[in-house]
C-alpha cells in the first residue's frame, strides 16, 4: 500500500494528467491577460488620451466663460459681470495652486537634472513677458484705484480680481522664467490637466480684455457719430454701453480726484495686458506639447551670440517708419471727431501711409526670399514644436486681418457713395491681403533655413581642437609624464581621436594636410558675415520695426475701418461691427506674433 502513495499516486489516469495541465495552463493565461489588461487600464488609456482628455476639459472652460460674456452683453440680464470676474478668479486661484504644487515637487527633485527643451523660449521672449507683466501690474493698479473712488456703489469682486490677477501675473512670470522649458516625464496625466487649464484660463484673461477693449472702441465711435449727427444709429447701438463696468459710470461720484485718470489710463494698458496673455498662453501651449517629448539632443543646444555687423540700412528705414506711424497716430486721434472734411482728410492721410508702409515691406520681404531661393541650403526638418507652432499662428491669425480686407474691397466696389478715400481703401485692402501672404512666406523660409553656421557651432560646443591638428604642437614643450600616442604610433592615435569625438557627438575622422592651419584664421574665416546675411538681417530688422507699428495704430485706436463709413453702408452697423470685434484682436495678435518670429529670424540668419 506504500507503493501507491508515490509520485505516480497524484495522477491516476492519463485523462486526469491531461485536464489539469489544461486547467492550469488556462488559468495561467487568465492572469495573465487580466494583468495586461489591468495594466492597459490603469497606465496605458490615460498617456494615449491624456492629451484629448485635457485639451477637452480647456476647451469647455474657455466656451463657460465665452457664454457668460455673451449674456453679460445682453442689457438687463440676470448675469452680471460680478459672475464673469467671480468665474475667472475661481480659474487663477486652481492655476496658483498648481503652480505652487509644480515648483515645489521640482524643488524636492533638485538632485535629478531635468530635460529641458532649449526651443521652448528665449531670454528677450521671457524678458518682453516681463515688460508686458509690469504694465499689465500697473493696470491693476488703476483698477484697484477706481474700486477705491467708487467703492460706494460697486461689488467687492471688482476689488479682489485684481489684487488676485496681480497675484497669479507675479506668480506666471517666475513659473515661465524659470520652468517653462521643463520636459515633463512624470505625473504626466495630472501635469497635462495642470498646464493646459493655464493656456485656457490665460486666453480666458484674454477674451476679458479684448471685450472691454472693444466697448471701449464702440464707444468712442458712437461718440464720433453723433459728434456728425448720427443720433439715430448711435440709439440703436446704445445699449452696447453696458457691456464691463467701465463703460459707464456707477451711480455715485468719486471720492477722489484721480478717478478720471485711471479710468482713461485704463485704456492705454488694456493693449498691452491683452499681449501678456495670449503670448503666455502660446508659451504653455508649447510646454504642454512637451510632456512626455523624447528631446533630440543633437539639435537640442544653445544658439551662438548674434553678429551685428553691417545694420545699417533696415534699422534707419524701421526708425523712420515708427517715426512715421506715431505721427500718424497723433494726426488721427485728434482730427477724426472733426468736421466731415477733415475727417476724411485724416483718413485718407492714413491710406497713404499704409500704401506705402505696405509696399516697402513687401519690396523687402520678396527680396529676402530671393536671396534664400537662389542659395542651396537645404531645410531643417527637425521636430520642433515651438517653431510648428509659430508656423501655425502665422497663418491662423492672418484669417482676421483677410476677412477685414475682403469686407472692404467688397465694400469699395458695391458702395454707391464716393468720399476721397475710396480706391486709396481698396489699394490698401489689397496690399495688406499680400503683405501677409510674402512676410508669412518669409518668415517660415527662415525658421526651417538649416543654419549656416551650424559648422562653427558644432566647434565651439565641442570645445578646442586636439592639438593634433595644431602646427604649433610640434614647438611646444613635452609633458613630463605624458605619452603621446598618436606619435608613437599615429594609427591608434587616429582611431583614439576618432573615438573622442564619437563620444562628444562629431566624427571629423583622420587629420587631413589642409586641415593644419591656425585655428584662430579658422574662427575668423568662419564668424565674418557674408553680404548676404547682412541683407538678410537689416530685411528682418526692418519689418520688424514696421510690424511694431503697424502694432501700435490699431492698439491705440487708429482703426479707420470703424471710420470710412464704406463697409458699415455694405454690410450694416451690427454686422461689420460683429466682424471688427472679431478680427481685429487676431489682427493685433499677428502683428505682434510677427516681431517675435522676425527677431527669432534675425538670431538664426
Request: with cysteine.
Given at each position: 500500500?506504500?507503493?501507491?502513495?508515490?509520485?505516480?499516486?497524484?495522477?491516476?489516469?492519463?485523462?486526469?494528467?491531461?485536464?489539469?495541465?489544461?486547467l492550469?495552463?488556462?488559468?495561467?493565461?487568465?492572469?495573465?491577460?487580466?494583468?495586461?489588461?489591468?495594466?492597459?487600464?490603469?497606465?496605458?488609456?490615460?498617456?494615449k488620451?491624456?492629451?484629448?482628455?485635457?485639451?477637452?476639459?480647456?476647451?469647455?472652460?474657455?466656451?463657460i466663460?465665452?457664454?457668460?460674456?455673451?449674456?453679460?452683453?445682453?442689457?438687463?440680464?440676470?448675469?452680471?459681470?460680478?459672475?464673469?470676474?467671480?468665474?475667472?478668479?475661481?480659474?487663477?486661484?486652481?492655476?496658483?495652486?498648481?503652480?505652487?504644487?509644480?515648483?515645489?515637487?521640482?524643488?524636492?527633485?533638485?538632485?535629478?537634472?531635468?530635460?529641458?527643451?532649449?526651443?521652448?523660449t528665449?531670454?528677450?521672449?521671457?524678458?518682453?513677458?516681463?515688460?508686458?507683466?509690469?504694465?499689465?501690474l500697473?493696470?491693476?493698479?488703476?483698477?484697484?484705484?477706481?474700486?477705491?473712488?467708487?467703492?460706494s456703489?460697486?461689488?467687492?469682486?471688482?476689488?479682489?480680481?485684481?489684487?488676485?490677477?496681480?497675484?497669479?501675473?507675479i506668480?506666471?512670470v517666475?513659473?515661465?522664467?524659470?520652468?517653462?522649458?521643463?520636459?515633463?516625464?512624470?505625473?504626466?496625466?495630472?501635469?497635462?490637466?495642470?498646464?493646459?487649464?493655464?493656456?485656457f484660463?490665460n486666453?480666458?484673461?484674454?477674451?476679458?480684455?479684448v471685450?472691454?477693449?472693444?466697448?471701449?472702441?464702440?464707444?468712442?465711435?458712437?461718440?464720433?457719430?453723433?459728434?456728425?449727427?448720427?443720433?439715430?444709429?448711435?440709439?440703436?447701438?446704445?445699449?452696447?454701453?453696458?457691456?464691463?463696468?467701465?463703460?459707464?459710470?456707477p451711480?455715485?461720484?468719486c471720492?477722489?480726484?484721480?478717478?478720471s485718470m485711471?479710468?482713461?489710463?485704463?485704456?492705454y494698458?488694456?493693449?498691452?495686458?491683452?499681449?501678456?496673455?495670449?503670448?503666455?498662453?502660446?508659451?504653455?501651449?508649447?510646454?504642454?506639447?512637451?510632456?512626455?517629448?523624447?528631446?533630440?539632443?543633437?539639435?537640442?543646444?544653445k544658439?551662438?551670440?548674434?553678429?551685428?555687423?553691417?545694420?545699417?540700412?533696415g534699422?534707419?528705414?524701421?526708425?523712420?517708419a515708427?517715426?512715421?506711424?506715431?505721427?500718424?497716430?497723433?494726426?488721427?486721434?485728434?482730427?477724426?471727431?472733426e468736421?466731415?472734411?477733415?475727417?476724411?482728410?485724416?483718413?485718407?492721410?492714413?491710406?497713404?501711409y499704409?500704401?506705402v508702409?505696405?509696399?516697402?515691406?513687401?519690396?523687402?520681404?520678396?527680396?529676402?526670399?530671393?536671396?534664400?531661393?537662389?542659395?542651396?541650403?537645404?531645410?531643417?526638418?527637425?521636430?520642433?514644436?515651438?517653431?510648428?507652432?509659430?508656423?501655425?499662428?502665422?497663418?491662423?491669425s492672418?484669417?482676421?486681418?483677410?476677412?477685414?480686407?475682403?469686407?472692404?474691397?467688397?465694400?469699395?466696389?458695391?458702395?454707391?457713395?464716393?468720399?476721397?478715400?475710396r480706391?486709396?481703401?481698396?489699394?490698401?485692402?489689397?496690399?495688406?491681403i499680400?503683405?501677409?501672404?510674402?512676410?508669412?512666406?518669409?518668415?517660415?523660409?527662415?525658421?526651417?533655413?538649416?543654419?549656416e553656421?551650424?559648422?562653427?557651432?558644432?566647434?565651439?560646443?565641442?570645445g578646442p581642437a586636439?592639438?593634433?591638428?595644431?602646427?604649433?604642437?610640434?614647438?611646444?614643450?613635452?609633458?613630463?609624464?605624458?605619452?603621446?600616442?598618436?606619435?608613437?604610433?599615429?594609427?591608434?592615435?587616429?582611431?583614439?581621436?576618432?573615438?573622442?569625438q564619437?563620444?562628444?557627438?562629431?566624427?571629423?575622422?583622420?587629420?587631413?594636410?589642409h586641415?593644419e592651419?591656425?585655428?584662430?584664421?579658422?574662427?575668423?574665416?568662419?564668424?565674418?558675415?557674408?553680404?548676404?546675411?547682412?541683407?538678410?538681417?537689416?530685411?528682418?530688422v526692418?519689418?520688424?520695426m514696421?510690424?511694431?507699428?503697424?502694432?501700435?495704430?490699431?492698439?491705440?485706436?487708429?482703426?479707420?475701418?470703424?471710420d470710412?463709413?464704406?463697409e458699415?453702408?455694405?454690410?450694416?452697423?451690427?454686422?461689420?461691427?460683429t466682424?471688427?470685434?472679431?478680427?481685429?484682436?487676431?489682427?493685433?495678435?499677428y502683428?505682434?506674433?510677427?516681431?517675435?518670429?522676425?527677431f527669432?529670424?534675425?538670431?538664426?540668419?
Amino acid at each position: 500500500m506504500a507503493e501507491h502513495d508515490g509520485p505516480h499516486s497524484m495522477c491516476l489516469n492519463k485523462v486526469d494528467c491531461h485536464s489539469s495541465s489544461t486547467l492550469s495552463s488556462s488559468s495561467e493565461q487568465e492572469s495573465e491577460i487580466f494583468t495586461k489588461l489591468k495594466v492597459s487600464l490603469t497606465e496605458d488609456y490615460p498617456q494615449k488620451n491624456a492629451e484629448i482628455l485635457s485639451g477637452q476639459y480647456g476647451t469647455n472652460l474657455l466656451l463657460i466663460g465665452v457664454s457668460l460674456m455673451l449674456a453679460i452683453g445682453n442689457n438687463g440680464a440676470s448675469v452680471k459681470e460680478e459672475h464673469l470676474l467671480s468665474f475667472i478668479t475661481t480659474l487663477i486661484i486652481v492655476q496658483l495652486l498648481w503652480m505652487m504644487w509644480y515648483i515645489v515637487r521640482r524643488g524636492m527633485q533638485s538632485n535629478l537634472q531635468a530635460e529641458k527643451d532649449v526651443h521652448a523660449t528665449t531670454s528677450w521672449i521671457k524678458g518682453g513677458l516681463t515688460l508686458l507683466a509690469l504694465l499689465s501690474l500697473i493696470m491693476d493698479a488703476f483698477n484697484i484705484g477706481y474700486f477705491v473712488g467708487y467703492r460706494s456703489c460697486l461689488s467687492a469682486v471688482l476689488v479682489v480680481y485684481p489684487i488676485i490677477h496681480a497675484t497669479h501675473t507675479i506668480a506666471q512670470v517666475h513659473f515661465l522664467w524659470f520652468h517653462i522649458k521643463d520636459v515633463i516625464k512624470s505625473f504626466e496625466t495630472f501635469e497635462r490637466f495642470g498646464v493646459i487649464h493655464a493656456v485656457f484660463t490665460n486666453l480666458l484673461l484674454w477674451c476679458s480684455g479684448v471685450m472691454s477693449e472693444a466697448n471701449h472702441l464702440l464707444n468712442h465711435h458712437n461718440t464720433r457719430l453723433t459728434a456728425l449727427g448720427f443720433e439715430n444709429l448711435t440709439m440703436v447701438c446704445g445699449d452696447i454701453d453696458h457691456t464691463t463696468h467701465l463703460a459707464m459710470e456707477p451711480h455715485c461720484n468719486c471720492t477722489i480726484s484721480a478717478c478720471s485718470m485711471f479710468v482713461n489710463g485704463l485704456y492705454y494698458l488694456y493693449p498691452f495686458n491683452i499681449e501678456y496673455h495670449i503670448f503666455v498662453s502660446v508659451m504653455l501651449f508649447v510646454m504642454w506639447k512637451n510632456i512626455g517629448r523624447t528631446i533630440d539632443l543633437e539639435h537640442n543646444r544653445k544658439r551662438l551670440a548674434t553678429k551685428t555687423q553691417g545694420l545699417v540700412v533696415g534699422p534707419i528705414l524701421g526708425l523712420a517708419a515708427l517715426a512715421s506711424t506715431i505721427g500718424v497716430l497723433v494726426v488721427y486721434i485728434i482730427h477724426v471727431k472733426e468736421s466731415l472734411d477733415i475727417r476724411e482728410s485724416t483718413i485718407a492721410i492714413f491710406y497713404y501711409y499704409g500704401i506705402v508702409m505696405l509696399v516697402v515691406m513687401c519690396s523687402a520681404g520678396v527680396t529676402g526670399l530671393l536671396i534664400y531661393r537662389a542659395d542651396p541650403m537645404p531645410m531643417d526638418t527637425t521636430k520642433n514644436p515651438s517653431r510648428k507652432l509659430d508656423t501655425e499662428l502665422l497663418f491662423g491669425s492672418s484669417v482676421g486681418s483677410w476677412l477685414v480686407s475682403w469686407c472692404s474691397v467688397v465694400a469699395v466696389s458695391a458702395s454707391r457713395s464716393s468720399p476721397s478715400y475710396r480706391w486709396t481703401n481698396l489699394m490698401y485692402s489689397l496690399l495688406s491681403i499680400l503683405e501677409k501672404y510674402i512676410q508669412n512666406l518669409f518668415i517660415i523660409e527662415s525658421l526651417y533655413r538649416q543654419r549656416e553656421d551650424r559648422e562653427r557651432e558644432d566647434a565651439e560646443v565641442a570645445g578646442p581642437a586636439p592639438e593634433i591638428f595644431s602646427v604649433t604642437s610640434s614647438l611646444s614643450p613635452p609633458y613630463n609624464g605624458i605619452i603621446n600616442q598618436a606619435y608613437e604610433n599615429p594609427d591608434n592615435g587616429c582611431v583614439t581621436l576618432e573615438n573622442v569625438q564619437k563620444e562628444s557627438g562629431q566624427v571629423n575622422g583622420c587629420p587631413q594636410k589642409h586641415l593644419e592651419v591656425p585655428r584662430q584664421v579658422e574662427n575668423n574665416v568662419a564668424v565674418t558675415p557674408s553680404k548676404k546675411s547682412q541683407i538678410l538681417k537689416n530685411i528682418a530688422v526692418f519689418l520688424f520695426m514696421c510690424n511694431i507699428s503697424l502694432w501700435i495704430l490699431p492698439a491705440f485706436g487708429c482703426r479707420p475701418q470703424y471710420d470710412n463709413g464704406l463697409e458699415e453702408e455694405t454690410f450694416g452697423f451690427t454686422t461689420w461691427t460683429t466682424v471688427l470685434n472679431f478680427a481685429m484682436p487676431i489682427t493685433l495678435f499677428y502683428r505682434m506674433h510677427s516681431v517675435a518670429c522676425l527677431f527669432e529670424v534675425f538670431r538664426r540668419v
